[in-house]
């Protein structure tokens, strides 16, 4: 049956609306770590950065020894201080043109856009940080452990169960803090710092009885700071998967897959190990507490 003029101009008036829409329908949208680095987009020293040929690092103040030394995160010396120039060398960035950025360790992986490219500071990898940040792949496998006076009963402890009577304490937001938490759940809460510093003043102090910090950390404190100090034991890896710590960024960094490129190379050619033993040579093996 031959169509009539009007059912010719419907049929051309519903093409055209039909291309119209297909046109401009939305494309999915591409985020930020969906597709994997590329060479070109990993150009050495031409990342989209914070600061336009720079590359700018995070870390807290004081900042910590082994894994900074003379409170100079600038001066290479300590362990992340050197990953993070290790990073920067993998990425194009020569010493001279890393920037380093004073921030809270807390506010570090808290939500909220980051004046950082990446922050190096013991932050270790979680799936409840990961809602907020974005992480490299880990730099770092890490031990929890216990440090107690000598003349502290916590001393004495030989198991995870030896400590349920001990007042213990923390720094805030840690996984040091978990571990007390989580896996001691002691009778008495324990202790909350804003710094480590705090919690070893309240440790000198006799205020608890054991703080709980990372491994190279504990012999640290025990080697330099508190010398009447143990370290009385470490915890064991209760997961299949290890802690970590992580190179954090922002959650919707473009930088995030060429930062993990960068850290998975350098533990593949060694680098990561040879300077675990060079600046955290004293986290020797010390008494799996069960």
């Known amino acids: 049956m031959p169509l009539d003029n009007r059912t010719v101009r419907l049929a051309l008036c519903s093409t055209v ?13 591409n985020k930020a770590g969906d597709k ?7 150009a050495p020293g031409k990342l989209a950065t914070v600061a336009s040929g720079k590359l700018t690092v995070g ?10 030394q003379d409170d100079d995160p600038a001066n ?7 990953v993070a120039y290790a990073v920067a060398k993998q990425l194009g960035y020569e010493k001279s043109q890393v920037a380093w950025r004073t921030v809270p360790f807390n506010s570090s992986f808290a939500p909220g856009a980051k004046k950082f490219d990446f922050d190096i500071n013991q932050v270790s990898i979680s799936e409840a940080r990961k809602k907020a940040v974005a992480f ?13 006076l000598k003349s502290s009963k916590a001393a004495k402890a030989k198991t995870v169960a030896d400590l349920k009577g001990v007042k213990l304490g923390a720094q805030v937001g840690t996984t040091s803090l978990d571990f007390i938490n989580d896996l001691v759940k002691p009778d008495q809460k324990p202790a909350v710092y804003q710094k480590n510093d705090f919690a070893k003043s309240a440790l000198k102090n ?3 009885d054991a703080i709980v910090v990372d491994l190279p950390t504990a012999f640290y404190i025990t080697g330099a700071e ?3 100090a143990e370290v009385v034991g470490q915890f064991d890896n209760t997961g299949g998967t290890p802690e970590q710590f992580g190179l954090v960024l922002d959650k919707e960094s473009k930088l995030t897959s060429c930062v993990t490129g960068a850290v998975d190379s350098l533990r593949k050619d060694g680098t990561l190990a040879s300077l675990e033993k060079k600046w955290l040579s004293e986290a020797v093996d010390a008494p799996v507490l069960k």
């Open 17 to 29: 609306v039909l291309a119209a829409t297909a046109a401009c329908a939305p494309e999915p949208e």
């Open 136 to 148: 490299s792949s880990g730099y770092y496998d890490v031990r929890q452990a216990v440090v107690a």
């Open 206 to 208: 006799g205020q608890v």
């Open 36 to 42: 994997p680095a590329t060479a070109s987009s990993c």
């Open 76 to 82: 290479g010396k300590g362990f992340e201080s050197a």
């Open 226 to 228: 508190v010398t009447d």
């Open 59 to 68: 870390t807290d103040k004081p900042a910590y020894a082994p894994w900074f």
